[in-house]
Nanobody, 122 residues
């Protein structure tokens, strides 16, 4: 069974940075980060596979970077130039599936962490 445990959330001022981590137990081929703000639908942020192919939502391109360690047991999300609208619960996700085009659709990911809160103040 796959387990995902996030950490690294917190409160930061606009323009600041945070790095989220997710420890992955079990095999996944494709991993990513989703987020959900209060009153809004959950949305994909960034996805990476074992060949290090990545895809990003337009609203984080140039500000966020997704990566893994060499063993593919820890997933990271480096978040720079944070904005108040980045405030959300951030979820680590995974699946054993390979995709020709990396998806930002929550239905494609079978495994989810419990989430870590990110709050950005203006």
């Amino acid at each position: 069974q796959v387990q995902l445990v996030e950490s690294g959330g917190g409160s930061v001022q606009a323009g600041g940075s945070l790095r989220l981590s997710c420890v992955v137990s079990g095999y996944t081929y494709t991993m990513g980060w989703f987020r959900q703000a209060p009153g809004k639908e959950r949305e994909g942020v960034a996805v990476i596979d074992r060949t290090a192919r990545t895809t990003y939502a337009d609203f984080v391109k140039g500000r966020f970077t997704i990566s893994t360690d060499n063993a593919k047991t820890t997933l990271y999300l480096q978040m720079n130039s944070l904005k108040p609208e980045d405030t959300a619960m951030y979820y680590c996700v995974g699946t054993r599936l390979w995709f020709r085009n990396l998806p930002l659709l929550e239905a494609e990911f079978a495994y989810w962490g419990q989430g870590t809160q990110v709050t950005v103040s203006s």
